[in-house]
C-alpha cells in the first residue's frame, strides 16, 4: 500500500517555475516505479514524466520535454517535478502516481492545482 502526498503547486506567470514534490509513505519507495500526470479542466488525466525504480531512467511526454524535469530521491521517498518555463497551457491539477512492474499506475495522491498566468 502506498500512499501518495504532493505540494508546491501554486499561481505562477508564464515563463516562470514550479517545483513539485510527493512523499510517499511505502516501506520499499525504491520499489516503486513513479510517475506525473495531470488533469486541465474539461480534458483527461495524461501523463506528464516518469521515472524508474531501478536505474532512475525518466520519460516525458512531448509537451514538456525541455521544460520540466522529473527526479526522486529513495532516501527521503520523494519524487520531484521541477517545470520550468511554464505556459497557461500547462495550467492543471498535477498528480502523482507510482506502481509497480508490470502494473500501470495504480496509486495516486490528492492533486495540487498548477495556474500560470499568461
Known amino acids: 500500500q502506498v500512499q501518495l502526498v504532493e505540494s508546491g503547486g501554486g499561481l505562477v506567470q508564464a515563463g516562470g517555475s514550479l517545483r513539485l514534490s510527493c512523499a510517499a509513505s511505502?516501506?520499499?519507495?525504491?520499489?516503486?516505479?513513479m510517475g506525473w500526470f495531470r488533469q486541465a479542466p474539461g480534458k483527461e488525466r495524461e501523463y506528464v514524466a516518469g521515472?524508474?525504480?531501478?536505474?532512475?531512467?525518466?520519460a516525458y511526454a512531448d509537451f514538456v520535454k525541455g521544460r520540466f524535469t522529473i527526479s526522486r530521491d529513495n532516501a527521503k521517498k520523494t519524487v520531484y517535478l521541477q517545470m520550468n518555463s511554464l505556459k497557461p497551457e500547462d495550467t492543471a491539477v498535477y498528480y502523482c502516481?507510482?506502481?509497480?512492474?508490470?502494473?500501470?499506475?495504480?496509486?495516486w495522491g490528492q492533486g495540487t492545482q498548477v495556474t500560470v498566468s499568461s
Open positions: 521515472i524508474s525504480r531501478s536505474n532512475g531512467n525518466t
Open positions: 511505502a516501506r520499499t519507495f525504491s520499489a516503486y516505479d
Open positions: 502516481a507510482a506502481k509497480m512492474v508490470p502494473e500501470w499506475y495504480n496509486y
